[in-house]
């Protein structure tokens, strides 16, 4: 069985990937239990997350913690772009308020800015790179998106980050949906099924 780091520290990414990848002959360790599994692994800090797309962050991800791990790392680079704020927060979703994480601050963020340019239902969309990189340094990569449209009213408590004001067609929120529903229709959804298709074909 093939032993996998999920390089993220975000627990509602590590509740999909963990359920993507059922029913395959690996083993998903999160950052948080890297040292109950390995338990010599050394202090592997963070990268420096400079790319200029979701892409070039995973791979900057996957890299740096397959490397400082020692075990295979897959990495996640994903967030939100919406066209009436120019495709911002893009690549900086998860820090769009100044600190990185706080989902309270950048929906904040998001919902003012789109009420000073009078947006009240804005056309975004949902990004999802990842980059699995193996023991070898060989690396799988797949990416998904999801559109959907930004509304100022918040619904559902389910889901992360911009979910609840994110609204797909049929009305729903991102956070109103179960982690089936979601994985069926949303952008890490679709990156991880093509990721678990290349993977099955290599274990």
Do not use: W
């Not at 804005?122 to 990189?133: I, P, R």
Request: aromatic fraction near 6%.
């Amino acid at each position: 069985m093939r032993t996998i780091l999920i390089a993220t520290s975000n627990a509602g990414k590590v509740r999909e990937m963990e359920r993507a990848f059922t029913g395959l002959p690996v083993r998903l360790v999160p950052l948080s239990r890297l040292c109950g599994v390995l338990p010599d692994a050394p202090d592997i800090g963070e990268p420096v997350e400079d790319g200029e797309t979701f892409m070039d962050n995973a791979r900057i991800k996957a890299h740096y913690y397959r490397k400082a791990a020692g075990i295979a790392a897959l990495a996640d680079d994903s967030g939100l772009s919406v066209d009436a704020l120019g495709g911002a927060p893009g690549i900086y979703s998860a820090r769009y308020a100044g600190v990185h994480g706080d989902d309270v601050a950048n929906n904040a963020k998001l919902i003012a800015d789109l009420r000073a340019r009078g947006a009240e239902n804005a056309a975004a969309a949902y990004h999802c790179a990842l980059a699995l990189v193996l023991e070898d340094g060989r690396e799988l990569t797949a990416e998904g998106v999801c559109a959907g449209t930004i509304r100022l009213q918040a619904r559902g408590t389910g889901g992360f980050g911009y979910d609840p004001y994110f609204y797909l067609e049929n009305g729903k929120s991102m956070a109103e949906l179960s982690l089936a529903e979601k994985y069926a229709v949303s952008h890490r959804g679709a990156a991880l099924r093509q990721m678990k298709e290349l993977l099955a074909e290599i274990l």
